[in-house]
């Protein structure tokens, strides 16, 4: 059996778990971290949340072909000791002793054996046996430490074999629950500076964006997703493909102009309360636009490019963008979604000024020409 269906067809070990962990950012942001590590490792890879554990990598997004998992354990009394790990402090509705957390860490492994590459606890304290290793496989501890690991293992899964251990591990992480936004926005910046250059992308409206998608993927059931593993990746992960698109939106955002710039082509058409909301309307999109996820937006920008497509872009700007809503359905189409009139010209003005009609009105040399001397 492929991981593909194996991952389409084992169920879940906690059904609740994604409505449960909805609000916890820890294990949020080190998904967002995982996804720029890998960026430039793997060539095509997905993270899952919340989906058999807390973050899954898969190596391969459509045929995967190995799977590692990361479950993450924020402490704030100190650093874990392999007995900390080992605990069973907890007790279901049922009445039996909760697994601890290498036993839940070792079941996963175990049934994606074939497939799995890793299985690591994740926590932003250090592991007392490892000092201050930033992370470790279990096969790294003492024989007598190993074989009192191993005999925790097998007496939940009796099959276990020492070898477990060279797959599972304890990694540390710099997150911390109390400033994990501000070090995501770090990695954000670094990252985008890396790929895009510069600094011209506006960075709390990119993370704000990026973390929102991750999010969205973290919040969903598990069980109300297709057993298909296009779906599970679709609806549960984000994708090498998704962080291309998101470089993608966020280079053209960052090229879109300013209003200042802008407001040089419209014209006199609209008075000066129109042109303020449409200002305001499309300051604001500067940022929305960088929401992938927005189904009403992507609708509505998908009829722009369609209405600007069998339409030629004219001076002035704010006379064109009238006379193409007045001829094509865009009015409706932003009814429907829910956009009021400033909202759907910033739009429209947004997608001219950074598509390939307005190459030439970009490039126009706003300067005085020189004097021949």
Same mark, same amino acid.
């Given at each position: 059996?492929?991981l593909?269906?194996?991952?389409?067809? +084992?169920?879940?070990?906690?059904?609740?778990?994604?409505d449960a962990?909805?609000?916890?950012e820890?294990?949020?942001?080190?998904?967002v971290e995982?996804?720029?590590?890998?960026?430039? @490792?793997?060539? !095509?890879?997905?993270?899952?949340?919340?989906f058999?554990?807390?973050i899954?990598l898969?190596t391969g997004a /459509?045929?995967?072909s190995?799977?590692?998992?990361?479950?993450?354990?924020?402490?704030?009394?100190?650093?874990w +000791?392999?007995?900390?790990?080992?605990q069973? &402090?907890? +007790?279901?509705? &049922?009445g039996?002793?909760a697994?601890?957390?290498?036993?839940?860490?070792?079941?996963?492994v175990?049934?994606? &054996?074939?497939?799995?590459?890793?299985?690591?606890?994740?926590?932003?304290?250090?592991?007392?046996?490892?000092?201050?290793?930033?992370?470790? #496989?279990?096969?790294?501890?003492?024989?007598?430490e190993?074989?009192?690991?191993?005999?925790?293992?097998?007496a939940?899964?009796?099959?276990?074999?020492?070898?477990?251990? !060279?797959?599972?591990?304890? #990694?540390?992480?710099?997150?911390?629950?109390?400033? $994990?936004?501000e070090?995501?926005?770090?990695?954000?910046?670094?990252?985008l500076?890396s790929?895009?250059?510069? /600094?011209?992308?506006?960075?709390?409206? $990119?993370?704000?964006?990026?973390?929102?998608?991750? #999010?969205?993927?973290?919040?969903?059931?598990?069980t109300?997703v297709?057993?298909?593993?296009?779906?599970?990746? #679709?609806?549960?992960?984000?994708?090498?493909a998704?962080?291309?698109?998101?470089?993608?939106d966020?280079?053209s955002n960052?090229?879109a102009?300013?209003?200042?710039?802008?407001? +040089?082509?419209?014209?006199?058409?609209?008075?000066?309360?129109e042109a303020?909301?449409?200002?305001?309307?499309y300051?604001?999109y @500067?940022?929305?636009a960088?929401? &992938?996820?927005?189904?009403?937006?992507n609708?509505?920008?998908?009829?722009?490019r369609?209405?600007?497509?069998?339409?030629?872009?004219?001076e002035?700007?704010?006379a064109?963008?009238?006379?193409?809503?007045?001829?094509?359905?865009?009015a409706?189409?932003a009814a429907?979604?829910g956009?009021?009139?400033a909202?759907?010209?910033?739009?429209?003005?947004?997608?001219?000024f950074?598509?390939?009609?307005?190459?030439?009105?970009?490039?126009? !040399?706003t300067?005085?020409a020189? @004097?021949?001397?």
């Amino acid at each position: 059996m492929s991981l593909a269906e194996k991952l389409e067809k +084992t169920p879940q070990r906690e059904v609740a778990g994604s409505d449960a962990y909805a609000a916890f950012e820890f294990q949020l942001m080190f998904g967002v971290e995982l996804l720029f590590e890998q960026f430039d @490792k793997l060539n !095509d890879f997905a993270v899952l949340f919340e989906f058999h554990d807390d973050i899954v990598l898969l190596t391969g997004a /459509d045929s995967p072909s190995e799977i590692e998992f990361f479950q993450l354990k924020h402490s704030t009394k100190g650093n874990w +000791t392999l007995a900390k790990l080992s605990q069973n &402090s907890k +007790t279901l509705k &049922s009445g039996e002793k909760a697994q601890s957390i290498l036993q839940k860490i070792y079941g996963n492994v175990s049934k994606f &054996s074939e497939y799995s590459k890793s299985g690591q606890v994740v926590s932003n304290a250090y592991c007392t046996e490892f000092g201050q290793a930033e992370a470790t #496989r279990f096969n790294a501890i003492s024989d007598e430490e190993k074989a009192k690991l191993l005999e925790h293992i097998q007496a939940v899964y009796p099959d276990a074999k020492s070898n477990c251990l !060279d797959v599972m591990g304890f #990694r540390r992480t710099e997150l911390d629950k109390t400033a $994990c936004h501000e070090l995501v926005k770090g990695r954000v910046h670094s990252f985008l500076q890396s790929k895009i250059g510069g /600094d011209a992308f506006q960075l709390e409206a $990119c993370t704000n964006a990026i973390v929102t998608q991750c #999010r969205l993927k973290n919040k969903k059931l598990a069980t109300n997703v297709p057993s298909v593993i296009s779906e599970i990746v #679709r609806q549960k992960g984000i994708s090498k493909a998704d962080v291309e698109l998101w470089l993608t939106d966020i280079a053209s955002n960052k090229n879109a102009p300013e209003w200042s710039f802008v407001q +040089t082509y419209l014209g006199g058409h609209w008075g000066f309360l129109e042109a303020n909301s449409v200002r305001l309307a499309y300051d604001n999109y @500067k940022v929305e636009a960088l929401d &992938s996820g927005n189904d009403a937006q992507n609708a509505l920008i998908a009829d722009i490019r369609r209405a600007l497509e069998e339409n030629t872009v004219a001076e002035p700007i704010g006379a064109f963008v009238d006379s193409l809503i007045m001829a094509t359905g865009l009015a409706s189409s932003a009814a429907e979604h829910g956009y009021v009139s400033a909202q759907l010209k910033a739009m429209v003005i947004y997608e001219i000024f950074k598509s390939q009609q307005a190459g030439a009105i970009q490039k126009t !040399d706003t300067q005085p020409a020189e @004097k021949d001397k």
